[in-house]
């Protein structure tokens, strides 16, 4: 109670409506997603391409099978904004919906990957029909729960904070990716089908408490709630209407290439550790951790500079950039052999991610009419999801295709070995995240002009 609010991150989100303990109880939602994204692009990754020995291609696309509803979640968020259950909440059901898909999913999963293995004596279809119903359950969870969650937190928060109870919850998010990685890599060190069982179904009953803790009498009630509404609201004509407030398509392609280009990688760096410098399962485990520890330093940051005036297209812009070095040392890592240039990469990436994801989501918040913040924000989760779906899976696949020429060596007497592969997907990474800059360029520019003292202004320009 003695230290500074200066000192302790995200204390001013909390107000007088909105106290620091309710707050925090709010983001566990948060945890619950981030341990579900652990498992699904860090721990289960590792394990079922080193241990599990499944092909790399077909894990990339089990793990970017949730990308199919990350496009909804746009209209999730428009849905949550318009909608009233008989109890008269609109956010709570579709929280609570995504939790159970998330349970079902955890809850199956286990036994699908040792089926997907091919340790049965059945067709190997049912381990990859069970495995992909079990990741695409999963995955409608998280995104039902954390689009509505968010929405429900920008409701229930003053106006003058909003911005900083969403950065909030995007920390809490990376919190829960550190926290899962630390344990799930310590209980499946040693590795065994046993634990992997035990780790899954554990998870998947936190992912229940936890969730009925966070949303416990969040929501007020209004029963008598769009009554008088006349007729049923178009999504169209509301993303119309979205659109009309400013450059929105320039701001979400940022957010795609961006999260394009820091997402590929997901899927390969704990193999890459495994594969290539030879660390452990319990090792790779942390990397997400490191990334995580990063991903955290960059969003304190970057809702410290925000906060201060920046502009938050800026300071994700900034964050591309730190990508470009921290992939530039994970490439070099392999010929140098040095774990060490590895971790700070990874570390580098995750800061570098923090400040792109929460530049561009403030961007998008700062951008938003009062009555669409569930639809935009739904908007840039569809956009970040889809674009970190598909970039998992394109990089599993351009990796397993590419390492399978260089070791055939179709590709010459230089690139030879599985690291081909790997770099390969990093330099495709540098490139679009330069892209990224291109791209949030004129947006930087256009929020200068609005703030020079040529009155420059006016509602069709807005960032």
Request: aromatic residues 8%; hydrophobic residues 55%; charged residues 10%.
């Amino acid at each position: 109670m003695r230290l500074s609010p200066a000192m302790l991150p995200f204390a001013d989100a909390a107000t007088d409506e909105l106290p620091l303990s309710r707050l925090l109880r709010l983001s566990l939602f948060q945890i619950s997603v981030g341990m579900a994204a652990v498992l699904l692009i860090g721990t289960l990754n590792r394990v079922m391409i080193v241990e599990l020995q499944v092909p790399a291609g077909l894990v990339a696309v089990m793990v970017a099978l949730p990308l199919v509803f990350a496009p909804l979640r746009a209209l999730i968020g428009f849905r949550s904004d318009n909608y009233a259950s008989a109890l008269g909440w609109r956010r709570v059901p579709y929280i609570w919906f995504g939790t159970i898909f998330q349970f079902s999913g955890f809850a199956m999963m286990p036994f699908a990957l040792i089926l997907l293995s091919g340790d049965t004596t059945g067709p190997m279809w049912a381990g990859q029909v069970a495995a992909a119903i079990s990741f695409l359950l999963v995955g409608a969870g998280m995104h039902m729960v954390q689009t509505a969650g968010l929405a429900l937190a920008t409701d229930i928060a003053p106006p003058k904070v909003q911005a900083k109870v969403v950065a909030l919850l995007s920390v809490m998010f990376l919190l829960g990716m550190l926290l899962a990685s630390v344990v799930f890599g310590a209980l499946l060190t040693p590795f065994s089908q046993i634990k992997l069982i035990q780790v899954i179904q554990g998870a998947a009953a936190l992912t229940m408490v936890i969730n009925f803790i966070a949303v416990w009498k969040q929501e007020p009630r209004v029963p008598n709630r769009n009554m008088d509404r006349t007729e049923e609201p178009s999504f169209i004509a509301a993303w119309r209407e979205l659109r009309q407030t400013g450059p929105w398509g320039r701001r979400l392609l940022a957010t795609g290439i961006g999260t394009f280009a820091f997402s590929a990688q997901d899927i390969l760096l704990e193999p890459y550790g495994g594969q290539i410098l030879g660390l452990s399962v319990g090792a790779t485990t942390l990397l997400t951790a490191l990334f995580a520890s990063g991903g955290i330093l960059g969003f304190w940051l970057a809702a410290k500079r925000i906060g201060n005036g920046s502009d938050a297209n800026r300071i994700a812009g900034f964050g591309a950039m730190f990508g470009t070095l921290g992939f530039a040392g994970v490439l070099l890592a392999a010929p140098l052999a040095s774990t060490g240039l590895f971790a700070c990469g990874i570390g580098v990436i995750g800061f570098g991610a923090g400040l792109f994801g929460h530049g561009t989501l403030t961007s998008c918040m700062q951008a938003a009419p009062p009555d669409k913040v569930g639809l935009a924000l739904g908007s840039w989760g569809a956009v970040q999801a889809t674009a970190a779906g598909l970039a998992i899976a394109s990089g599993g696949l351009l990796r397993d295709t590419l390492a399978h020429l260089a070791t055939g060596g179709f590709l010459g007497d230089v690139l030879t070995g599985p690291a081909v592969g790997y770099g390969a997907v990093y330099l495709i990474e540098i490139a679009l995240l330069f892209a990224t800059l291109a791209v949030i360029g004129p947006l930087v520019r256009t929020r200068r002009r609005l703030d020079s003292p040529l009155g420059l202004s006016g509602p069709q320009t807005a960032t």
